[in-house]
T-cell receptor
Framework: QQQVKQSPQSLIVQKGGISIINCAYENTAFDYFPWYQQFPGKGPALLIAIRPDVSEKKEGRFTISFNKSAKQFSLHIMDSQPGDSATYFCAASLTDSWGKLQFGAGTQVVVTP | GAVVSQHPSRVICKSGTSVKIECRSLDFQATTMFWYRQFPKQSLMLMATSNEGSKATYEQGVEKDKFLINHASLTLSTLTVTSAHPEDSSFYIC????????????FGDGTRLSIL
């Protein structure tokens, strides 16, 4: 049973546009929500993360929006660039469970020139 | 900071061979390391969690005798795929975390294992 559901599966956006990826979770005890970026043949790299006491976090062109009541969080990539073309994974973890990450299925983002 | 090195990056070997993959945290002490498996165009699947000096905790369905994990120091964990078969071919990725479980995990660049 997938504990974190991610959508869309893939996304094509023009250069300069906004990429939006959504995730939903079931376990209200989750207390850490990171986003990872993965390029082909490489390991995931931590992009940005948020904790449930904050509704939004911004780092450069990347913003996480968090809705605790709806059990949803999303990643916005502003001014998308071709170099942002990658697979993005949302995840959630529980401090009391060794911090094991539950990953979403991933979203392949393609930014066209 | 927070660099995790994984070696080798790619290995091709014959069926029946045992293969060892190393995961090192280069600039921090990793209290906990994780091993994942990833199939093409799929998400990461957690195989096991290892804490320094303790036996690894395996996820349901992962054969502990097939995938031997050793976390002998705060900077090194190894995964040994014993008597590997073609179905073990996959992308194996480790991650490491410093300190408590509310700290971020940092990932290595993975090992592409191909069993002929």
């Amino acid at each position: 049973q997938q504990q974190v559901k991610q959508s869309p599966q893939s996304l094509i956006v023009q250069k300069g546009g906004i990429s939006i990826i959504n995730c939903a979770y079931e376990n209200t005890a989750f207390d850490y929500f990171p986003w990872y970026q993965q390029f082909p043949g490489k390991g995931p790299a931590l992009l940005i993360a948020i904790r449930p006491d904050v509704s939004e976090k911004k780092e450069g062109r990347f913003t996480i929006s968090f809705n605790k009541s709806a059990k949803q969080f999303s990643l916005h990539i502003m001014d998308s660039q071709p170099g942002d073309s990658a697979t993005y994974f949302c995840a959630a973890s529980l401090t009391d469970s060794w911090g094991k990450l539950q990953f979403g299925a991933g979203t392949q983002v393609v930014v066209t020139p | 900071g927070a660099v995790v090195s994984q070696h080798p990056s790619r290995v091709i070997c014959k069926s029946g061979t045992s293969v060892k993959i190393e995961c090192r945290s280069l600039d921090f002490q990793a209290t906990t390391m994780f091993w994942y498996r990833q199939f093409p165009k799929q998400s990461l699947m957690l195989m096991a969690t290892s804490n320094e000096g303790s036996k690894a905790t395996y996820e349901q369905g992962v054969e502990k005798d097939k995938f031997l994990i050793n976390h002998a120091s705060l900077t090194l964990s190894t995964l040994t795929v014993t008597s590997a078969h073609p179905e073990d071919s996959s992308f194996y990725i480790c991650s490491a975390r410093q300190g408590y479980s509310n700290q971020p995990q940092h990932f290595g660049d993975g090992t592409r294992l191909s069993i002929l």
